[in-house]
């Protein structure tokens, strides 16, 4: 692997360029890490992506996403996702939990509940761990029932298992007047930590995303709580915003990595 900083790229902050591109890209940045999508792999093979990466010299930080445990099918697909991600060499998987269906909150929390008990010695047998992600709750009506820092690690420690953490994004969880006791109450919970930044005016709520220093999230203070919480692996920048494909690619992993040098 490429020594270096903990800083990974999430592919979708690149999500215009093919995985073998990104992996060759990331290389000859300087990047040592990478953390792919499901769709990215499915559109070249998991197999192909695998050799990539490791023609590549990178290292794998996690896979996004499993989950959405709210609707059909989703069982198959879970077990789908953490052969994807032991096959890439993925440590974690990110989970993405699902909405609600009709409205039901209480019904989807209980089916996320359950769908992550059922998948849980499936991970444990392939060496992945899961990581729920407690999105904003802006999404939950579309993408997740599980929207704080306070639900995440509760969840995640009600199983008993070290096959199972939380996912911790800048973007979903700065606004929490409770941040700092709720990541203190996921120590050694925290199995992914990923860094955007919150632009004003928010123009997209989903891919409205700004890179690190362009917009309000407090990142210093974050990282500290999250280090503080006993996380000290890569670092995820996870930028989800169409307008970076329209900057040339060279430019912006150099950016990239001076920002995330610099907060």
């Not at 069982?75 to 994807?84: G, I």
């Not at 849980?120 to 992600?133: F, K, S, T, W």
């Not at 989903?206 to 999250?226: E, F, H, K, Q, T």
């Not at 915003?241 to 430019?251: F, H, I, K, Q, V």
Request: net charge negative; aromatic share 4%.
């Amino acid at each position: 692997m490429i020594a270096g900083s903990r800083l990974s790229l999430n592919l979708i902050t690149v999500d215009h360029w093919s995985l073998p591109e990104a992996a060759e890209r990331c290389a000859a940045a300087g990047i040592g890490w990478v953390a792919p999508w499901r769709h990215q792999l499915a559109k070249t093979g998991v197999e192909r992506c695998a050799e990539a990466i490791r023609a590549a010299g990178l290292a794998v930080s996690s896979l996004c996403r499993g989950g959405f445990f709210t609707v059909p099918g989703a069982d198959a697909d879970n077990r789908r996702a953490v052969e994807e991600a032991a096959a890439i060499g993925a440590p974690v998987l990110v989970l993405v939990c699902g909405p609600p269906q009709d409205g039901d909150l209480p019904a989807a929390r209980a089916a996320i509940a359950a769908g992550i008990e059922r998948l849980l010695p499936h991970a444990a047998d392939h060496g992945v761990r899961l990581a729920i992600e407690p999105l904003h709750p802006m999404m939950i009506g579309e993408r997740s029932a599980i929207v704080t820092l306070g639900e995440a690690p509760a969840l995640a420690r009600s199983y008993a298992s070290p096959h199972v953490g939380v996912a911790v994004d800048a973007y979903h969880v700065f606004w929490d007047p409770q941040l700092e006791p709720l990541l203190a109450s996921a120590n050694g919970l925290v199995a992914a930590y990923h860094v955007c930044d919150w632009l004003v005016p928010t123009t997209d709520l989903l891919a409205g995303r700004g890179l690190m220093g362009d917009g309000i999230i407090d990142l210093p203070r974050l990282r500290a709580l999250v280090e503080a919480a006993g996380y000290t692996g890569p670092i995820e920048v996870e930028v989800i915003n169409p307008s970076l494909a329209e900057l040339p690619g060279d430019e912006l992993l150099a950016d990239i990595k001076a920002r995330f040098a610099r907060i």
